[in-house]
């Protein structure tokens, strides 16, 4: 088969989705660093686990949900550990198996780190496009989510729910990742 190479308009469409998510994932890790001291990866499994039951999830399922390799989520929820923000948890089920559980600590820094990701996520990709864009995005996003799911891969779990804060009030946004 012959190679389909990409037109000078994709060339640019592609290069431009490089760019752009490159640059807002540098941009968002910087800032919730300088603001939290989190790196996103490590704020990414503290919300993974925020919206799980029971806030805990087994180490499998969130490497899965994370679309990070099992050893690398073991690496950081060891990390998290130290931290006293997850703590793993033997499954009673299966012996080799173990639950990374959000602590009351892990929930409360990812409260106060929530604000200021949210708002980069939204001054720095929301504020930039028109609502028609927005609806565009995230169609187009929809749209190769549905195409490699159909290759057998599996979508990182994006529960829509609230942010719930420790004290069981829950807050006006999600804490997104």
Not at 33 to 51: C, D, F, K, N, W
Request: aromatic residues 6%; charged residues 25%; hydrophobic residues 40%.
């Amino acid at each position: 088969m012959a190679t389909r190479w990409l037109n000078e308009e994709e060339q640019r469409t592609w290069r431009a989705y490089l760019s752009a998510a490159q640059m807002l994932m540098t941009r968002l890790d910087h800032e919730l660093q300088a603001a939290s001291g989190i790196t996103h990866p490590y704020y990414e499994i503290l919300v993974r686990l925020s919206e799980a039951p029971g806030r805990a999830l087994r180490m499998s399922e969130l490497a899965d949900s994370s679309l990070s390799s099992r050893s690398r989520v073991s690496h950081a929820v060891n990390r998290l550990e130290e931290l006293g923000w997850v703590r793993r948890e033997s499954c009673p089920e299966d012996k080799r198996g173990a639950f990374a559980v959000l602590t009351e600590e892990g929930f409360r820094v990812l409260a106060e780190a929530a604000p200021h990701h949210v708002e980069g996520v939204r001054t720095h990709l929301f504020d930039q496009l028109e609502p028609d864009q927005v609806a565009a995005l995230r169609a187009s996003c929809e749209a190769v989510v549905a195409h490699l799911s159909s290759l057998g891969m599996e979508p990182p779990a994006c529960p829509a729910g609230p942010l719930e804060s420790p004290s069981g009030a829950v807050g006006q946004g999600r804490a997104g990742s």
